[in-house]
């Protein structure tokens, strides 16, 4: 299985720190409002490669924070006139309701910035202690330029971003012994949150959360840490250079980033007005359709949001659920149960779909590539079963097709809907209605269904039918 490792700029062949296992860090939303498409996509990505290892029988610690103190937080309580506190439990609820809507598995931890402030303390005196951090009144600075190999994840001179840095500079520049220098604790202001501290009541500064959490939570080292590519630079580099100094030890094996997210070939923005929360595209989408559209494309690309394209995701999605669904359908119907030798030739032969599958996704998880996978072996399927196939053959494929559906987090496997007992009925009449040739009641009794949400599709085997 090869990583694109952003720190050396090329695939490498994924080892783990501890063999069987896997220990995985993924840098979590700031909870002051519903998530966006934007948040998604890292949620969607990393939890498809937890899928995937666990899939190759990895053990997996995946661990995701929430931030929940911020300025953002702290902006939107003041508005609102509560807590800092009840904003960001309110939108962590929030947030976990659209992550289940994209089936994306809980974390086996999701540590809260407030819930672990002394260990960051911690850490910021051992930096302290080893002269890799200053206090100026109360405020707590790294020295950048003590951390030798500072830029090495984002490729940066320290020399071009004295220059050209000034996106690093913070309240209190004048008081840092260098421009370059980032804060690790900020003092007390009026209206804010505030914890005690060695220098004095303050909060943390927004970098040395992961660094905390990640050692307290997988270990000083890790295999991989994962984000946004947004959060390359100065994030995850101030990361590094907060870990490395203070752990002493290499802080990531691998570092993956996602590709930004585009609507309609802009960048997402409110004053563009082209803003969308995962919630407000729950009101037009089942979010599965999301999540299939977000895997579409190889994660480390680019990715373009607009209507056509989700459309276009919905119908791809709606071709993989259909055979599933028509799977489930001949299997319950199934006549003979054990396969005939010519099913077990054909059940040979549908491994290279699942070998072009896990092809694609040991190369970087290019879940792209194993999507078409996907789709040639619902083809397969769709040509060699019918109402004469046995029972054993076809349930070999439909758990074939749920094993490789689930790494990609997509759910084919629905629990089969009671229909209530007027809906069966109307069902049965239809079907009594077209055995005596009266056909326009029959269509009159399909019409009634569609009213109600019921889609009927007769075949060879049956009625078929499905919620629209």
Known sequence: MKIYNTMSKRKEEFVPLEEGKVKMYVCGPTVYNFIHIGNARPMIVFDTVRRYFEYKNYDVNFVSNFTDVDDKIIKRANEEGVTAEEISKRYIEECKKDMEGMNIQPATKNPLATEEIGGMISMIETLIEKGYAYEKNGTVYYRTRKFAEYGKLSHKNLDDLQSGGRALLVSGEDEKEDSLDFVLWKPKKEGEPAWKSPWGEGRPGWHIECSEMSKKYLGEQIDIHAGG???????????????????GKEFAKYWMHNGFLNIDNHKMSKSLGNFFTVREISEKYDLQVLRFFMLSAHYRSPLNFSAE??????????RITTAAENLKFLINNAKMEDMSEDEREKLAGSTVYVENFEKAMDDDFNTADAISAVFEFVKYMNTTTDGASS??????????????????????????????????????ERQAARKAKNFARADEIRDELLAKGIILKDTREGVQWKKA
């Open 229 to 247: 590519e947004d959060l390359i630079f100065p994030h995850h580099e101030n990361e590094i250079a907060q870990s490395e100094a203070a752990n």
């Open 309 to 318: 394209l989700m459309e276009a995701a919905k119908n791809g999605l709606e």
């Open 391 to 428: 029972k054993e053959y076809l349930q070999n494929l439909f758990d074939c097709l749920v094993r490789l559906t689930d790494v990609l987090g997509i759910i084919v496997d629905k629990e089969d809907e009671i229909l209530a007992a007027d809906i069966e009925a109307l069902i049965e």
